[in-house]
């Protein structure tokens, strides 16, 4: 099984609207682990590690937007960017 990370930073109306709850609940899905947090320029991070197409699932999901009432403008994706080892998918907050 190969492992492959990402940081994704989403933009457009992403803070406020239960983005990082519904994102952490995807990443449960497809057995992701990492952290989702608001950053202070309105974006939010996400870094994620997981078995590579479960990584890639979990990827396409986030795009179509994990909270109704989000509304993604842009993904920008660093894939094999490297993060923290983690066992969960965390909310930092």
Known sequence: MTQKTAIL??????????FRYTTKHIAYKYDISGTVKN??????????????????QFIEAVKKGPSPS????????????????????????
């Open 70 to 93: 989000a509304r993604i403008e842009h993904v920008y994706m660093y894939m094999n960017a490297p993060v923290e080892e983690r066992r969960t998918f965390d909310i930092i907050y």
């Open 9 to 18: 930073r989403v933009t457009g109306m992403v803070q406020g609207v239960g």
């Open 39 to 56: 950053l202070d320029d309105g974006s939010v991070e996400i870094q994620a590690l997981g078995e590579e197409s479960k990584l890639d």
